[in-house]
């Protein structure tokens, strides 16, 4: 059984940062693509950042992109989401997701169906 566990979040003040974490147990961390997404209320869930197998590839979404940056560690099994300059709009509950899908280490999803397991979520309030 794959568990994912999002931690870190809370309230910052605009222009101010926080970083994530996501520890997910059950499968070889290193066999993982990892993503995170966010839903803001009455808004879809959105994609923020993801990240290769390898850490050779990362992609994020427009609207974080020179603020928020994603990484892991594979001896830790963690995937961090460091967020920073952050705006009253980037307040959500932010998710971790992960899959074993595909099998080249530089693959990344963005499409949140394609992936299998996912946390309970980690609430971030950024105040202006």
């Known amino acids: 059984q794959v568990h994912v566990a999002e931690s870190g979040g809370g309230l910052a003040q605009s222009g101010g940062s926080l970083r994530l974490s996501c520890v997910v147990s059950?499968?070889?961390?290193?066999?993982?693509?990892l993503g995170w997404f966010r839903q803001a209320p009455g808004k879809e869930r959105e994609f923020v950042a993801a990240i290769s197998r390898t850490a050779a590839r990362t992609g994020n979404a427009d609207s974080v992109k020179g603020r928020f940056t994603i990484s892991r560690d594979n001896a830790k099994s963690t995937s961090y989401l460091q967020m920073n300059s952050l705006k009253p709009e980037d307040t959500a509950v932010y998710y971790c997701a992960a899959t074993n899908q595909g099998y080249l280490g530089h693959t990344i999803y963005r499409d949140p169906s394609e992936y299998d397991w996912w946390g309970q979520g980690t609430q971030v309030t950024v105040s202006s």
């Open positions: 059950g499968r070889p961390f290193n066999s993982l693509i």
